[in-house]
């Protein structure tokens, strides 16, 4: 790779280069080799790797690994209350700062909801910063159980309850939480968070890969985290006293071990588990990202970390040229 090309005037800015798309699909090499190239800084998009302790099975980049500087990881503890509004906070003052030092941000991550957050006009109601309502609200829940928690969302709120499966109960939670506060309801942020405004000019490259070559990523990324330590990783959590923590239990890869540790249950059982968690959790990113026209995407499925990287920057070249 050629020396970086840090901006000569930081009162002309380049767009923020977001890269997008499926886990496991290599964004992280792409993102970190775009930064290297273009004088950059990472900013990462991933709902998980904002806990710290979180490491081996959210994927986070080692800090002794990272080519370039990184924003937005290690945040808070894991349970502490955290929502896409105080991330959009956290990546716009990232950006700022990388900015300020005539750099160029590189956002990169597969969490839908962060990444329009950092880049498009989304105003969240004062309740996502501070949540007064949402231990009684998940209390109700232990009690009535998903399914009734999510009747109680449906005679409150019947809008906000059809776009929402039973099964998802933090949603279903969250639903409540904006009803308690008084702001918009689920139903009216979803419609909109539909009409995709930019409030910050970017660049969106979408990395894709062939099903099968993804999933096989998929199978020996979870291995790797295994060899890696990610089960000694859960029992260090559970000892910190994170164990009922919403956002450990909710992340792939630590909410399948919880009976390994627990109840002696079958090691090889949950690998299979994580791993068909995560082909789906996949399937999702797709559907999201593919649905923003303002993404152009780049198969990687025959291209070297190299080759991937040469693509995007092409790409970024010729929409800033545009």
């Known amino acids: 790779m050629s020396e970086a090309e840090p901006l000569a005037d930081p009162s002309l800015p380049r767009p923020v280069i977001a890269i997008v798309g499926p886990t496991a699909v290599g964004k992280s090499s792409v993102a970190e080799g775009l930064a290297s190239l273009l004088g950059g800084e990472i900013v990462s998009a991933d709902s998980m790797?904002?806990?710290?302790?979180?490491?081996?099975?959210?994927?986070?980049?080692?800090?002794?690994?990272?080519?370039?500087?990184?924003?937005?990881?290690?945040?808070?503890?894991?349970?502490?209350p955290y929502s896409a509004a105080l991330y959009q906070r956290h990546a716009r003052a990232a950006f700022a700062d990388i900015r300020a030092?005539?750099?160029?941000?590189?956002?990169?991550?597969?969490?839908?909801?962060?990444?329009?957050?950092?880049?498009?006009e989304m105003e969240f109601p004062m309740g996502e910063y501070v949540s007064p309502v949402r231990t009684a609200i998940e209390a109700q829940g232990e009690a009535l159980g998903r399914e009734g928690l999510h009747r109680l969302l449906a005679e409150r709120d019947p809008a906000s309850a059809a776009l929402i499966h039973p099964n998802n109960v933090r949603r279903v939670v969250?639903?409540?939480?904006?009803?308690?506060?008084?702001?918009?309801?689920?139903?009216?942020?979803?419609?909109?968070?539909?009409?995709?405004?930019?409030?910050?000019?970017?660049?969106?490259?979408?990395?894709?890969m062939e099903r099968p070559a993804l999933y096989a990523r998929i199978d020996a990324r979870v291995d790797a985290m295994l060899a890696s330590g990610l089960l000694e990783e859960v029992a260090a959590l559970v000892g910190a006293g994170y164990?009922?923590?919403?956002?450990?239990?909710?992340?792939?890869?630590?909410?399948?071990?919880?009976?390994?540790?627990?109840?002696?249950?079958?090691?090889?059982?949950?690998?299979?588990?994580?791993?068909?968690?995560?082909?789906?959790?996949?399937?999702r990113q797709l559907t999201w990202f593919r649905a923003d026209p303002r993404v152009s995407w780049i198969d990687v499925t025959e291209l070297s970390p190299a080759a991937a990287v040469s693509a995007a920057r092409a790409l970024v070249e010729s929409r800033e040229s545009d």
């Open 101 to 120: 030092r005539g750099l160029v941000p590189v956002l990169v991550g597969g969490t839908g909801l962060y990444v329009r957050a950092a880049l498009d």
């Open 174 to 208: 969250r639903a409540l939480e904006l009803l308690e506060t008084g702001g918009p309801t689920y139903a009216d942020q979803a419609a909109h968070f539909a009409d995709r405004r930019a409030a910050v000019p970017a660049v969106l490259i979408g990395l894709t």
């Open 243 to 283: 164990r009922d923590a919403l956002t450990a239990t909710q992340a792939i890869g630590y909410k399948e071990l919880l009976p390994v540790l627990e109840r002696g249950a079958d090691l090889g059982e949950a690998v299979c588990a994580i791993k068909q968690a995560t082909r789906r959790y996949a399937k």
């Open 49 to 80: 790797q904002v806990y710290r302790g979180m490491d081996i099975g959210t994927a986070k980049q080692p800090p002794d690994k990272r080519g370039v500087p990184y924003h937005c990881v290690d945040l808070v503890d894991p349970g502490a």
